[in-house]
Every structure is written in C-alpha cells, then in structure tokens.
C-alpha cells in the first residue's frame, strides 16, 4: 500500500504543490491530471523516490520509501518521458539488460516473446536505432510484461502509440489492476477499467478561460 | 549484486564495441599530445629523457578528463541512468560498474600504449616498466575521482571545461606519485614508494569515490 | 473546464488541492519549524534580521583590528635583522593563507549540516563563504610573490606551501564555477556541498603529495616562516591580523548570505513585508 502524507515539492523557487496526501491500495489506480507545468512528472518522480521531497511523507507498506531503499525500488518499475533504451542496442538486448538490473533476469525467449506480444514481430533484433518511435516506446513498455514489480508509474505511457498499442497497453494495465497491482499515470486518454479502481486527482487549477 | 555489476558492465562494453570509433578518440588523443612535445621543446634526447614522465602523465591526465564527459552524458538523455537510480542495486555498484568499463575502454588501451611511445622518448626498458605499472595502478583511480566530478556536471552547460576546473585539483596526487615513479627509476633512486602510494590512493578511490559518485547522481538527476 | 471529479478519498483533513498563487502563498519551511530552537536560527525568516544586526558590529571590529594590525606591522615589530623590512609582508601573508584554509574548513562543516540536515539556510552559507576564501587563497598567493621577489630573487617558486595554496585556489574556483553554471538553487547547493566535502577530504592528500613532491625534487630551501624566531610583538601583531581578518570575513560573508536569502525568498511574504524591500 502506497501512502503520501503531507507532500510538498519545491522546483527551482516555486511551490508545485504542498500538503498532498493520498492513498492508493492494492488493485487501484491513480490518474493523475493537470495542466502543463502543475507538477504531475514531479510528482511521480518523488513518489518512485527519484526526486526527495521537500516536506511529507511517503510511505510504503506503512515505512518511508527512503529508509526501505532498495526494498521498495524493487516493487517499483517507472517509465517516464524518456524511454532508457539504449539505441545501440537491440530490442532484446535493452530488456534483457533493464530486466536484469531491476533484479530479474529472463531469458532471451523470455525477451523475444514480450517483444513479440508488443508487437515488435520481426524487429526484435534490430538495433533500436532503426525504430520509430512509437516502436521504441514499445520496447520500454515491453518491461511491464515481464516485470513483478506491483506499483507501476508511468508518465504518459501512450505517447507515440498507436491505437492497437494503445488498446494492447490499457488491456495490460486492468490486468495489472485486477490481479492486485497498482497503478500511477498520467494521460490524457480516459482508462478502460472499473469505475471503483479508478482515484483521480487534480493537480494544481485555473479559473475557467485561462490558458 | 554481482550480476548486476556484471550486466552493467557487459552491456557497457557491448555498447562500446558497437561505436568502436569513440574507443580510438581518446587513445588518439593521448598519442598524439605525447608527440606533440618533441616538436614544441626539440629532439634532444637528455631533455626528452629527463621530461618524459611529466609528459605521459600530463596527457594521461587530460586523456581521462575528456573521455569523462561521456561516461554518464548518454546515460542521462537517454533516460537509462534514471532507470539505474531506480535499480533495487546498490548505486554504487552500478558506478562502479560503469566506471570499469569506462577504464577498460579509455584508460587500459592507452597503458599498453606507452610502452610503445616511451621509445620515443627514449626511455630505458626498467623505467617503462615502472610507467606501465604506475599507469596501471593510477589511470583507474583517475576514471574513479574523475565520475565524481563528471556526475556533478551532468547535463551542465560547458559542462565539459568545468569537469576540468572540478576534477584537474583532485588529479594532483596521482599525477605527482605517478610521474615521481617513473622520474625516481630513470634516476636510480627506485619507484617502490611511489608505487605504494599510487596503490593506496587506488585503494581509497575504489573505497570512497563511487559512493560520492553515487551521491553526485542522485543530486544531478533530481 | 471545471476541474475534473475529485479525488474520492483522502486520508486525514488535509486539503490536497494546492493552487498556484505565486507571491500570496508564503512559503513556509514547516522542516524547520518543526525542529526545536536549535535550528531556530537555521531559517532564512529569523536569520535574515539577526544577520542584519550582526553585520555592522563585525564591519566595525574588522575595521579596528585591521587598522591596528596594519599600524603594528609597518611601525611598532622591529625590522627583521636577516630579512630586512621586506619580511612585513607575512602580517598579511600569513593570516590571509591561514583564512583561506580555515574558510575552506568552515564551508565543509556548513556543506556536511547541509546534507544531513537538509537545512536551507547551509547551503546558502557555504555559497557566501565561497568568494571570500578564494580572495583570501589569492592574496595569499599574491603577497606570497611579493615576499618571494626580494628574498628568493624570483615572483615564484615552486614551494610546497605556495603551491599548496594554489592548489586550493583551484578549488574555490570550481566550486565557485560549479555553482555558476547550476541554475536550479537546491541543486547548486546540495552539488556545491558534495564538491566540498570531496575537497575537503582529498586536501591532507594533496598536501602531503606535494610536500613529498617538493622534498624530493629539493626546491626552496627557505621557508616563509623558519627564517628567524619570531618575537612576541611579531607573534601579536600577526595574531591581531588574523582577528581582523575573522572578523572581516565574518561581516563580509553575513552581508551576502542577507543578498542571497532576499534573491531566494523574494517571492514569500515576509520578504515582501520587509521595511527595505516596501521602499
């Protein structure tokens, strides 16, 4: 259970948001809104820990993700704007690699297979130089399939997909959902899952005619 | 732990081989500052002789200072150092990880070079014994000390010079025990001592400097 | 567009909304507030005005013991019978190489409470300090060459002191180059502080390898200050100097941390209700 209390965050010299708390259970996900600039990447990137908050807490399993360290980043997989695939690379390489370092290493037919039922029939062993990048992200998003992670974070995962990917994608987040995970994003696109699982939250606002 | 170290390190060096042309620049560039000298001070071999050490150890020196840039730069844009934060590892294994692999591909090509350069020099085959050691022991710790200060100016403007005015103070011990050595065997007083310490130094930089390392990271990255 | 349905559940009262309000809001620093009155002085509000008043008293006693340091050094010590009048240099050359190390010590104690405590007002210390050392580490050097003409016959020489203090000159400078190209405040200071702490550590080392390097290489022979037994006037004038130079460095490094925190806070309310800034 993932539990914020409190937050604040400073960036640069200006206040993104303070006194945020919010809880998020096993089987739920978290949409994050707001305009460009309310903090939502900032937001995430404090909750996985990436970035250190200036005031709260946040919690995980009832104990600061500080002190639980490296036991809490292996519960957390985080895909942001940038996909952290490296271009000399192949498909396959970049996931058995990202796969191995979070501590869970697969096999090559483990790897061919995500990449397969991402969608990348075919270009598994390209370098991902060659890819598009709606393919490239497809690569980083092959991750979740392999991953155990239980809380997702991604940071406009739809970007750059197309609509099956897209489809492929949200059919596998309400799995990860049903199946106890927990989910954060941030996208523009409404969530295909159960009303009940679904906490939304508002960044930041404006009056009504403001850009 | 270890497989994380060794994953790391592999697909570091993986990466390399695919871009071998980034794998000669800096070996390039050690050659040619070292030849550089005889045209700007003259052909006389008792000079060249009596400024070798200083020579080899200076463009060591700025050899590993320039390939420093790149040794988190792609990681960064890329977003796989992000990913590396978020490794349930030790980071500190990670940086170690990644700075092996920099030394293997930047620093080990220009120690077996110098052999073959010192005949330039004339040096005799005791004291380039003596250079191949002292480099041996000392361009690691510089490629160690060096991530530091190359972690504090991630993603920086003219981040590659103020690397230089961070790291180039910090490179001062290595550069005074490794030339010393080298100096003090073409002399005839022997290079034990500085071989000793260069070896301590390497001991306390592989102790401290990836975890200040790690540390500079985690700032830059926020 | 009405903001999106609400959250449907938050723990305890507080609001989770926050509205962007730059200038009204106010920022508190509840990390310091919370912490007793042994922090108290550790936030910019109640540091500002305490540095304020603190300020002029050490401009003042700067001025005085400077003022009778430089009387004492050029007319009450005595003429150095081996080095002639030359030798006054070193009642600026000394303390000032002194400071320069001391104010180098200082930074890396602000940098290291900074990092552990995650105090705000640390890092804006060490970036105050950070000038003042380096001019210190320059004058050194500088009046280090002026010693060096007359008594050595040459502007410099290689000396494991001097050099030395070269070497920590190019460390103020790149910390101070580091801080200059980070825009991001809390970067910069936590970066700085790291920069320092890896100088701090790494300044015995560079001391000793230098010492080392300049034995073996048998350079200088004579040092600045085993010359001749220094008399107690000598001894106290140089000692009246060194105060000066606190107190100066002190006052100057208060007055930049007060330019600091108003550039830092300009947009907090306590900022703007301050009687210098409404004018």
């Keep these: 259970m993932l539990e914020v209390a409190g937050l604040a965050c400073i960036r640069g010299d200006r206040k993104l948001f303070s006194d945020l708390s919010f809880r998020l259970e096993a089987g739920e996900l978290l949409h994050l809104h707001g305009h460009n600039g309310s903090g939502k990447t900032t937001l995430m990137r404090t909750v996985c820990g990436l970035m250190k908050e200036s005031d709260g807490e946040i919690r995980w399993n009832g104990e600061s993700i500080h002190r639980l360290g490296e036991d809490f980043t292996r519960d957390v997989v985080y895909i942001g704007h940038k996909n952290g695939i490296k271009d000399d690379l192949t498909g396959v390489e970049n996931l058995r690699v990202c796969s191995a370092l979070d501590g869970n290493p697969i096999t090559e037919r483990q790897a061919w297979d995500a990449l397969e039922r991402m969608g990348l029939m075919g270009h598994e062993d390209l370098p991902s130089r060659v890819l598009s990048q709606g393919q490239k992200r497809r690569v980083a998003l092959a991750r979740l399939l392999v991953n155990k992670s239980r809380l997702w974070v991604l940071d406009e995962p739809f970007t750059a997909l197309d609509v099956a990917a897209v489809d492929f994608l949200q059919s596998i987040i309400r799995d990860h959902i049903n199946s106890g995970g927990m989910v954060i994003l941030t996208t523009h696109q409404e969530v295909r899952i159960t009303r009940e699982q679904v906490k939304e939250l508002q960044l930041g606002w404006k009056e009504v005619g403001h850009v | ?222 | 567009m009405p903001p999106v349905a609400k959250f449907n559940e938050v723990t305890g009262t507080k609001p989770y909304l926050y509205y962007q309000t730059p200038g009204t809001a106010g920022l508190h620093y509840p990390m310091n507030s919370r912490l007793i009155n042994w922090f108290k002085f550790s936030s910019p509000a109640t540091f500002y005005p305490l540095a304020g008043r603190l300020v002029p008293i050490f401009a003042v006693l700067a001025l005085a013991l400077i003022g009778v340091g430089l009387y004492m050094s050029f007319f009450v010590a005595p003429t150095d019978y081996k080095q002639g009048e030359g030798y006054r240099i070193i009642f600026v050359h000394v303390p000032a190489a002194w400071m320069s190390m001391f104010i180098y010590l200082i930074m890396a104690f602000w940098a290291a409470l900074g990092l552990v405590f995650n105090t705000r007002l640390s890092g804006m210390m060490t970036r105050a300090l950070a000038p003042t050392g380096a001019i210190f580490a320059f004058l050194a050097l500088w009046t280090g060459a002026f010693w060096g003409k007359p008594m050595w016959g040459t502007w410099w020489v290689w000396d494991a002191r001097l050099t030395s203090e070269l070497i920590l000159l190019f460390l103020y400078l790149g910390y101070l180059a580091l801080q200059g190209a980070i825009d991001d405040t809390r970067r910069a200071d936590r970066a700085g502080a790291l920069l320092v702490l890896v100088g701090v550590v790494n300044i015995p080392i560079i001391y000793y390898s230098v010492q080392w390097w300049n034995t073996l290489h048998q350079g200088a022979t004579i040092s600045m200050d085993n010359g001749s037994k220094m008399g107690v006037t000598m001894l106290w004038t140089m000692l009246i100097m060194a105060l000066g130079f606190w107190a100066y460095t002190i006052a100057v490094a208060l007055a930049r941390v007060r330019s600091i925190i108003l550039e830092r806070e300009a947009d907090t309310t306590w900022v703007s209700e301050l009687a210098e800034v409404r004018l």
């Design chain 2, 1 to 222: 732990m270890f497989s994380a170290f060794r994953t790391l390190m592999g697909r570091d060096l993986l990466l390399a081989m695919r871009r071998r042309s980034d794998l000669f620049t800096t070996l390039f560039f050690f050659v040619i500052v070292v030849s550089l000298f005889p045209l700007g001070i003259g052909p006389e071999m008792n000079t060249l002789r009596l400024i070798a050490p200083g020579v080899f150890w200076v463009a060591a020196l700025l050899a590993s200072m320039l390939a420093l840039e790149r040794l988190f730069a792609v990681d960064y844009e890329d977003g796989a150092l992000e990913q590396m934060l978020l490794a349930p590892q030790p980071l500190f294994v990670l940086v170690l990880a990644k700075v092996t692999a920099h030394w293997l591909v930047t620093g080990l090509p220009l120690v077996l070079m110098a052999p073959l350069l010192g005949l330039q020099y004339d040096l005799s085959s005791e004291a380039l014994g003596v250079m191949v050691l002292s480099l041996l022991l000392g361009t690691p710790a510089l490629s160690l000390i060096g991530a530091i200060g190359a972690a504090l100016t991630l993603g920086l403007r003219g981040g590659g010079v103020l690397v230089s005015l961070l790291v180039l103070p910090l490179y001062i011990p290595v550069l005074i025990f490794g030339s010393g050595a080298v100096e003090a065997t073409a002399s005839g007083l022997g290079g034990q001592g500085h071989i000793s310490m260069l070896g301590a130094i390497l001991v306390l930089s592989l102790l401290l400097a990836p975890l200040a390392a790690s540390a500079a990271l985690r700032i830059s990255v926020e």
